[in-house]
Structures are given as C-alpha cells and as structure tokens.
C-alpha cells in the first residue's frame, strides 16, 4: 500500500521561496499520478498542482501558475512542489495524494475523488 508522507512545510516571509517533499512508507510513489491540494483554516480544500507517472503532463491551478513547479524523481520515489514567490494567501496545510491505480499512466488527476491515498499534511505559513 502507497502511503504519502509529505515535508519541508514551515513559517517563510512573502516573496521567500519554500520546497515540499512527497515521499512514501509502504510501496513506492515512483510513476504513479500525484497531485498536491492544500486548505487554508475556513475553507475547502483546493487543488494546486498535479503531475502525471511520467512527470511530463502537469496540471497548475490558477493562483499558483508560473510561481509553484511540480517535479518528480523516480529513482527516489519523490515528488516535489517548489513554491516561489509566496505570498499570504498561500498559507495553508499542503497535502500530497496519490493514485495508486496510475502507474505509468499518461493521465494526471486535479480531482481530490482521484486520488485513494493521501498524506497528514505539512503546514505552509507566509507572513507578510
């Protein structure tokens, strides 16, 4: 069973740049769709970015284009979300979810009903 760990989160000024790591206990993250979903206090759950099995389709959600990348590593079965250019109303806990059924899959996934397996989530704070 793939199960998301996600890290790197913690407290940055506006404009800092901040790095998030998806990893897995259990089996690997490696080629399957992973996306990355974040929830501020008050509100829904929202995506923010997704990346198909084999990194090369991406998915941005509009408040995060050109400043947040979504990459992967294979070989050490890590994804990651590199954020730049934060700002206030991007703080909010991040959590990594994957397909477990998308290995080698051309297709990525911005739905939250997509995904089967989800990690605890990683707090991203942005003061101003």
């Known amino acids: 069973q793939v199960q998301p760990v996600e890290s790197g989160g913690g407290l940055v000024q506006s404009g800092d740049s901040l790095k998030l790591s998806c990893a897995a206990s259990?089996?690997?993250?490696?080629?399957?769709?992973v996306g990355w979903f974040r929830q501020a206090p008050r509100t829904e759950r929202e995506v923010v970015a997704a990346?198909?099995?084999?990194?090369?389709?991406?998915y941005y959600s509009g408040s995060v284009q050109g400043r947040f990348t979504n990459s992967r590593d294979d070989t050490k079965g890590t994804v990651y979300l590199q954020m730049s250019s934060l700002e206030p109303e991007d703080t909010a806990v991040y959590y990594c979810?994957?397909?477990?059924?998308?290995?080698?899959?051309?297709?990525?996934?911005?739905?939250?009903?997509?995904?089967?397996?989800w990690g605890q989530g990683t707090q991203v704070t942005v003061s101003s």
């Open positions: 979810a994957a397909n477990s059924r998308s290995r080698y899959s051309t297709a990525y996934y911005y739905r939250q009903y997509e995904y089967d397996t």
């Open positions: 990346i198909n099995g084999g990194g090369l389709r991406k």
């Open positions: 259990g089996r690997s993250l490696s080629n399957l769709a």
